[in-house]
């Protein structure tokens, strides 16, 4: 089975890379910026908001590849300013509930957009 290249249409994106790939039961979704649908303008009010923004942009691109922030198994975050990680895991567990994948946060790295967080992550969904 060849794998599957997923872009939102109302998502902005680079068209250096696609928003997710489905390769059998995993969908690979790529880093996502907490950005307004349709537009390259952050969400306004630092980490939390952008944190929030981001997860709903993820939300949408799962609905896209018919699976949804239940099934995703892993994330990968990363902060621009690491003294913003309560902010970050309060909008984070806000979204994903008392029960999240693993995951990873790491501090002081350079996002595009001067974005204060960005997230990728890999979701589990049987085909069948």
Do not use: W
């Amino acid at each position: 089975m060849k794998a599957r290249k997923v872009n939102v249409a109302d998502l902005a994106r680079l068209p250096a890379f696609c928003h997710a790939v489905v390769a059998g039961d995993y969908i690979f979704v790529s880093g996502t910026l907490g950005i307004k649908p349709g537009s390259f303008e952050l969400a306004e009010g630092g980490t939390g908001p952008e944190t929030a923004q981001t997860l709903r942009n993820i939300e949408t691109v799962l609905k896209e590849c018919e699976a949804s922030l239940d099934d995703v198994v892993k994330a990968n975050v990363f902060l621009t300013d690491m003294g913003t990680f309560t902010e970050m895991n309060e909008a984070y567990l806000e979204i994903m509930g008392t029960d999240p994948p693993a995951r990873i946060t790491v501090g002081r790295a350079e996002l595009a957009l001067g974005a204060a967080v960005e997230i990728d992550c890999v979701a589990y969904k049987p085909a069948h």
